[in-house]
């Protein structure tokens, strides 16, 4: 069983930082995608960012040129870089890792961390 653990949440002010931290309790390099989703109360969960096919990023629009994902290898950990933040980033935000053995897939969940944007 996969274990992603997330950290790095809090709350910031409007046009503040935080950075995501998602470690992985096996190499990074046997998932397929990986990343991070999103959902805000009432709101259906959404892509924020992640990887595919190795080193392809895909970014929401809504966080395009503010969120940079990336990833360090040797600590099988994936961050995300949320600058110039607003209201509206205030969400639950999930990593999410998938891995596929032979024709079988496999969806792997963090926990969640809480990001709450306010002033």
């Known amino acids: 069983q996969v274990q992603l653990v997330e950290s790095g949440g809090g709350l910031v002010q409007p046009g503040g930082s935080l950075r995501l931290s998602c470690a992985a309790s096996?190499?990074?390099?046997?998932?397929?995608?990986m990343g991070w989703y999103r959902q805000a109360p009432g709101k259906q969960r959404e892509l924020v960012a992640n990887?595919?096919?190795?080193?392809?990023?895909n970014y929401a629009d809504s966080v395009k040129g503010r969120f940079t994902i990336s990833r360090d290898n040797g600590k099988n950990t994936v961050y995300l870089q949320m600058n110039s933040l607003k209201p509206e980033d205030t969400a639950v935000y999930y990593c999410?890792?998938?891995?596929?053995?032979?024709?079988?897939?496999?969806?792997?969940w963090g926990q969640g961390t809480q990001v709450t944007v306010s002033s």
């Open positions: 096996r190499s990074i390099f046997s998932f397929y995608v």
């Open positions: 999410h890792a998938g891995a596929r053995v032979g024709v079988l897939e496999y969806k792997f």
């Open positions: 990887f595919t096919s190795g080193s392809t990023t």
